[in-house]
């Protein structure tokens, strides 16, 4: 007779921990078509983000789409690709290493912390796999999406508890469900645009870009739409914007259905043709750059801007290891961790005037 728990080295004296786990969309391993294949294969078989009945999609997918598209999109790929790797992959790591120690300065050093992609590498199964192996038998996993949507937060937890699936000795859960409103997530947001405009000046309109998702989710009940405008709203509050000086839309169509409106190309194009002087785009739906905020926003929406217009256009990075974001993440999690460990809460006034503090000496 197998156990797993024998064959994994369980002992009865380990000292259980807490553990936190990253979870990000995902990122090919290589910008080739032969690994943009498996990637694109991996992420348009969920059932959570294609909701197509099965007998009509896998045909379209690998007749088609997995013919054209791995070429196109490792073109893509390769106009943002670093040499260490994949930027949003660098910039999870780097949020996970940052974390990792905030949490020690915070006196917690003994708390585990891994990453993991929904699609790719580091993969759900290898984290949980760590984790394990670092005796975590209580995890928090927190899905790096602000707004909560069916396609990317529920389809991250979906992995986990399908890795999870076939284990004897099951960690106790916790979940992070969204942050799209966490008063320390919007400052975070706020004050790493207002530390651009002290610099830079302030844009006569800023965007505020999300990714797109089809029109029929917000009949069926998905929130995203609704935590998306709430989040631009209280961005906007935040930083002190008259009703026409910002604009929310949704960006990345894909197919021939209707998607939330209105599209961030179009919105963009009619600003450029208004003779708007200048244009800043921030992307509030994602924590960590990567190809949809660096290529297509950083690059196609900037062309399609520069074409209709003589005004400039500049694309705010997300929030990224920022150390104060760092810090708000922190106070995020901490009440999700209650009772499993003492985390305090530092005070947003004090990390306000601690951002404050190193801006005007930069």
């Given at each position: 007779m197998s156990d797993d728990n024998l064959s994994g080295g369980f002992?009865?004296?380990?000292?259980?921990?807490?553990?936190?786990?990253?979870?990000?969309?995902?990122?090919?391993?290589?910008?080739?078509?032969a690994a943009l294949r498996r990637y694109l294969r991996e992420f348009l078989s969920d059932r959570r983000v294609i909701e197509i009945p099965r007998w009509l999609w896998w045909p379209l997918l690998n007749l088609v789409i997995l013919t054209v598209r791995p070429r196109?999109?490792?073109?893509?790929?390769?106009?943002?690709?670093?040499?260490?790797?994949?930027?949003?992959?660098?910039?999870?790591?780097?949020?996970?290493?940052?974390?990792?120690?905030?949490?020690?300065?915070?006196?917690?050093g003994d708390m585990a912390v891994a990453c993991a992609m929904r699609y790719g590498n580091p993969s759900i199964a290898s984290a949980?796999?760590?984790?394990r192996d670092q005796h975590v038998d209580r995890l928090l996993l927190v899905p790096l999406y602000p707004q909560y949507s069916a396609a990317s937060t529920a389809s991250a937890l979906d992995g986990v508890f399908?890795?999870?699936?076939?284990?004897?000795?099951?960690?106790?859960?916790?979940?992070?469900?969204?942050?799209?409103?966490?008063?320390?997530?919007?400052g975070a947001l706020a004050r790493q645009i207002e530390a651009d405009w002290q610099v830079n000046g302030r844009p006569d309109v800023l965007v505020m870009s999300f990714h797109g998702m089809p029109k029929r989710t917000l009949a069926l009940g998905d929130p995203y739409f609704c935590e998306c405008q709430k989040t631009?709203?209280?961005?906007?509050?935040?930083?002190?914007l008259a009703?026409?000086?910002?604009?929310?839309?949704?960006?990345s169509r894909f197919g021939r259905?209707?998607?939330?409106?209105?599209?961030?190309?179009d919105v963009v194009r009619e600003l450029a043709r208004a003779g708007t002087r200048r244009v800043d785009v921030?992307?509030?739906?994602?924590?960590?750059?990567?190809?949809?905020?660096?290529?297509?926003?950083?690059?196609?929406?900037?062309?399609?801007?520069?074409?209709?217009?003589?005004?400039?256009?500049?694309?705010?990075?997300?929030?990224?290891?920022?150390?104060?974001?760092?810090?708000?993440?922190?106070?995020?999690?901490?009440p999700h961790l209650s009772g499993w460990t003492p985390l305090n809460q530092e005070d947003s006034r004090e990390r306000q005037t601690r951002a404050q503090a190193k801006g005007a000496t930069a």
């Amino acid at each position: 007779m197998s156990d797993d728990n024998l064959s994994g080295g369980f002992r009865h004296d380990f000292q259980p921990r807490t553990g936190v786990l990253l979870l990000n969309l995902g990122t090919p391993d290589a910008p080739t078509p032969a690994a943009l294949r498996r990637y694109l294969r991996e992420f348009l078989s969920d059932r959570r983000v294609i909701e197509i009945p099965r007998w009509l999609w896998w045909p379209l997918l690998n007749l088609v789409i997995l013919t054209v598209r791995p070429r196109q999109s490792a073109q893509k790929y390769a106009r943002i690709w670093q040499p260490e790797g994949s930027p949003l992959l660098l910039e999870t790591l780097a949020q996970r290493d940052a974390l990792r120690a905030e949490l020690a300065r915070r006196g917690h050093g003994d708390m585990a912390v891994a990453c993991a992609m929904r699609y790719g590498n580091p993969s759900i199964a290898s984290a949980l796999e760590t984790l394990r192996d670092q005796h975590v038998d209580r995890l928090l996993l927190v899905p790096l999406y602000p707004q909560y949507s069916a396609a990317s937060t529920a389809s991250a937890l979906d992995g986990v508890f399908a890795a999870l699936a076939g284990q004897r000795n099951l960690p106790e859960l916790r979940t992070l469900r969204h942050f799209h409103d966490h008063p320390a997530y919007i400052g975070a947001l706020a004050r790493q645009i207002e530390a651009d405009w002290q610099v830079n000046g302030r844009p006569d309109v800023l965007v505020m870009s999300f990714h797109g998702m089809p029109k029929r989710t917000l009949a069926l009940g998905d929130p995203y739409f609704c935590e998306c405008q709430k989040t631009a709203r209280l961005l906007a509050e935040a930083l002190g914007l008259a009703p026409d000086a910002w604009r929310i839309s949704f960006q990345s169509r894909f197919g021939r259905a209707e998607w939330l409106p209105p599209y961030t190309v179009d919105v963009v194009r009619e600003l450029a043709r208004a003779g708007t002087r200048r244009v800043d785009v921030v992307c509030p739906g994602f924590v960590a750059d990567c190809l949809e905020t660096l290529e297509e926003i950083g690059m196609e929406v900037r062309a399609e801007f520069e074409a209709h217009g003589d005004g400039r256009y500049r694309y705010l990075p997300c929030l990224n290891h920022n150390s104060d974001w760092i810090a708000a993440l922190t106070d995020i999690i901490a009440p999700h961790l209650s009772g499993w460990t003492p985390l305090n809460q530092e005070d947003s006034r004090e990390r306000q005037t601690r951002a404050q503090a190193k801006g005007a000496t930069a």
